[in-house]
């Protein structure tokens, strides 16, 4: 089954339209914004992929977001239909950018082909408040 997972930030706009999946991390989750050493810093930095993988449960929400997946994949339109995921967080360049690669670094394990887009992780930092 193809799987396009795409990362995005609220800040930036709405969710991308269509996604059959849609994992909010905007309030449940610790940012990094709020470190100053990460908040310039994007989903392609080491400290960002580790302090958002240690985050108190994203393993877990990896984990059912993969079972999610792969009870898609086993459904009748599996073939037919690719599955969109949508990741979103506050500004798109931490939470969601990261929890977006660990998610597709997963099913690409488990034999999926997934076409992985980071919408918002580009743009400038958005201040925004605790």
């Not at 690669?101 to 925004?128: C, S």
Request: hydrophobic share 40%.
């Amino acid at each position: 089954m193809d799987i396009r997972i795409t990362s995005f930030g609220y800040l930036h706009g709405p969710a991308p339209a269509g996604a059959h999946i849609q994992l909010d991390l905007a309030q449940h989750f610790r940012d990094p914004h709020f470190d100053p050493s990460l908040r310039a810093l994007t989903a392609r930095h080491r400290k960002v992929v580790r302090a958002v993988r240690n985050t108190p449960g994203i393993r877990q929400l990896l984990a059912a977001t993969v079972a999610q997946a792969q009870s898609y994949a086993r459904g009748p339109g599996a073939g037919q239909y690719p599955l969109h995921i949508a990741v979103g967080c506050a500004g798109g360049r931490h939470r969601a950018a990261v929890t977006a690669y660990l998610l597709a670094r997963r099913l690409r394990r488990r034999g999926h082909q997934v076409d992985l887009q980071h919408r918002d992780m580009h743009r400038p930092v958005v201040e925004h408040a605790a």
